[in-house]
C-alpha cells in the first residue's frame, strides 16, 4: 500500500476500532503508571521527612532525587562531574574571603597553606560564626573547619552523595595528594544532571 494514498487511509479507517482499542489501552496503562510512581515518591518521601525531622519537604525531595541521579550513574566519578573550587591563601584576610563569597564563587572555599596544599575549609556558616563571635577580624586560621570532608579524583557518585547525606554537608573539595582538583555539591549534581534523571524516568 506504500504510495498508494486510498489504500492507506482505507486500511486505517477498517482497523479504527483496533487503534480506539489500543490508544485505551496505553491510557490506562499510563494512568497506572503514573500512581505508581506517585505512591513510590510519596513513600521515599515521608520516610525520609520522618527520619529527619529538620528536613524540609523540598530539601527531602532533592535528596531522593540526587539519590536516584547516583544509581544510574554510578560508574561516573568526582573527576568526570567536578566545578572549580575557590581557593585563599591561609594569610587572606576575611573581608578577601567574604567578597569571593559576595561575588558568587560559592558557598565554600578551600583555604591552602604555605605547601599549596590544603589546610582547611571555609564555609558561608563560619564567617557568619567568626562574626558573631567578634572573630572576624583574627586570621583564617582561627575560624577554618580543619576537620576536611573530602573525595578522590575516583570517588564515584554514590559514595559522594552518601558522603554529603551523612555528614550533612552541601559540599566538598575533590582532593589529590593534598592538592585541590575542584569541587562537587549537591547543586551541582542536582542542576547538571537533574533534567537528564527526569527524561530517563519518563521513558522507563
Excluded at 112 to 131: H, N, P, Q, S, Y
Aim: net charge neutral.
Amino acid at each position: 500500500m506504500l504510495g498508494n494514498r486510498e489504500a492507506v487511509e482505507k486500511w486505517l479507517r477498517d482497523h479504527a476500532a483496533d487503534f480506539g482499542r489500543l490508544s485505551e489501552k496505553r491510557l490506562q496503562a499510563g494512568i497506572a503508571y503514573r500512581e505508581k510512581v506517585i505512591r513510590r515518591n510519596m513513600t521515599e518521601l515521608v520516610d525520609l521527612l520522618a527520619g529527619s525531622v529538620e528536613l524540609l519537604p523540598c530539601q527531602a525531595a532533592e535528596r531522593i532525587s540526587v539519590r536516584r541521579l547516583a544509581a544510574k550513574e554510578s560508574e561516573r566519578t568526582a573527576k568526570d562531574i567536578m566545578e572549580p573550587m575557590p581557593t585563599v591563601r591561609i594569610d587572606t584576610p576575611l573581608t578577601e574571603v567574604a567578597a569571593l563569597i559576595v561575588q558568587g564563587r560559592g558557598n565554600i572555599i578551600a583555604v591552602l597553606g604555605a605547601d599549596e596544599r590544603i589546610a582547611g575549609v571555609l564555609t558561608t556558616w563560619d564567617i557568619t560564626r567568626a562574626v558573631a563571635e567578634g572573630t572576624c577580624a583574627g586570621s583564617l586560621e582561627a575560624i577554618v573547619t580543619k576537620r576536611i570532608i573530602s573525595a578522590a579524583p575516583a570517588s564515584r557518585i554514590p559514595d559522594i552523595v552518601r558522603e554529603l547525606e551523612q555528614n550533612r554537608i552541601s559540599a566538598m573539595p575533590v582532593v589529590e595528594d593534598g592538592r585541590v582538583l575542584g569541587m562537587v555539591s549537591s547543586d551541582l549534581l542536582a542542576q547538571r544532571y537533574l533534567p537528564q534523571l527526569l527524561r530517563s524516568q519518563g521513558s522507563d
